[in-house]
């Protein structure tokens, strides 16, 4: 069974910025994509951003473009999303995701998240 653990979650100000970690219990290099998503209270799960397997590709949701970076490490089957300029509607608790399937659409494993606060 796969298991994916997230940290690095907290309490931080507008403008500030965090570094997520999400490390899985196998290579993430056997899962076609991994993700991040995000649920704010009374909110939907959404999309937040995704690396492919094949080439590294990034893909991010419009409200995170420019501001957050994923990134991957094979070696420690570790991958990371930093997020700079914080906003306080990027709160929520961020789920680290693991795909099997074609595309970055779906995903098979997930983590137990991580809460983000923005606030001042």
């Known amino acids: 069974q796969v298991q994916l653990t997230e940290s690095g979650g907290g309490s931080v100000q507008p403008g500030g910025s965090l570094k997520l970690s999400c490390a899985a219990s196998?290579?993430?290099?056997?899962?076609?994509?991994m993700g991040w998503f995000r649920q704010a209270p009374g909110k939907e799960r959404e999309f937040v951003a995704a690396?492919?397997?094949?080439?590294?590709?990034?893909y991010y949701a419009d409200s995170v473009k420019g501001r957050f970076t994923i990134s991957r490490d094979g070696a420690k089957n570790t991958v990371y999303l930093r997020m700079n300029s914080l906003k306080p509607e990027d709160t929520a608790v961020y789920y680290c995701?693991?795909?099997?399937?074609?595309?970055?659409?779906?995903?098979?494993?997930w983590g137990q998240g991580t809460q983000v606060t923005v606030s001042s």
């Open positions: 995701a693991a795909g099997l399937r074609v595309g970055i659409s779906e995903y098979d494993y």
């Open positions: 196998g290579s993430i290099l056997s899962f076609t994509a």
């Open positions: 690396i492919a397997r094949s080439g590294g590709s990034t």
